[in-house]
């Protein structure tokens, strides 16, 4: 984080650092709750069944909540991928900062 201040001073950005913690420490906190969601409701003896790259992708899945990602880190089709995160029982979880956690303007 001091690289960041250090070129956003030098460009001569002003940031509210403790604006920028807060936040972050928000959204980390939304993330992980999703992940551990995902952990929770998924049908992981459904995800061990599948043969690989599959397998690694569904657990990609889960653990970064990204279908794009997993779909192309693992070449699979994404609409495949999709039908198979239905079958695993992943959710999609939509992360968003809630009132006086999200910045002004949001």
Do not use: H, Q
Request: charged content about 40%; aromatic content about 6%; some cysteine.
């Amino acid at each position: 984080m001091e690289l960041l201040k250090r070129l956003f001073e030098e460009k001569g950005v002003r940031v509210d650092w403790e604006a920028y913690e807060r936040l972050t420490a928000a959204l980390r906190e939304e993330l992980e709750w999703a992940r551990e969601l995902r952990r929770r409701e998924a049908d992981w003896s459904y995800i061990e069944s599948r043969p690989e790259p599959l397998r690694t992708a569904l657990k990609l899945l889960v653990e970064t909540g990204d279908l794009k990602l997993a779909s192309k880190l693992c070449s699979i089709p994404l609409d495949e991928l999709n039908e198979e995160r239905i079958k695993a029982k992943i959710p999609i979880v939509v992360v968003s900062l809630k009132g006086d956690e999200a910045p002004e303007g949001a």
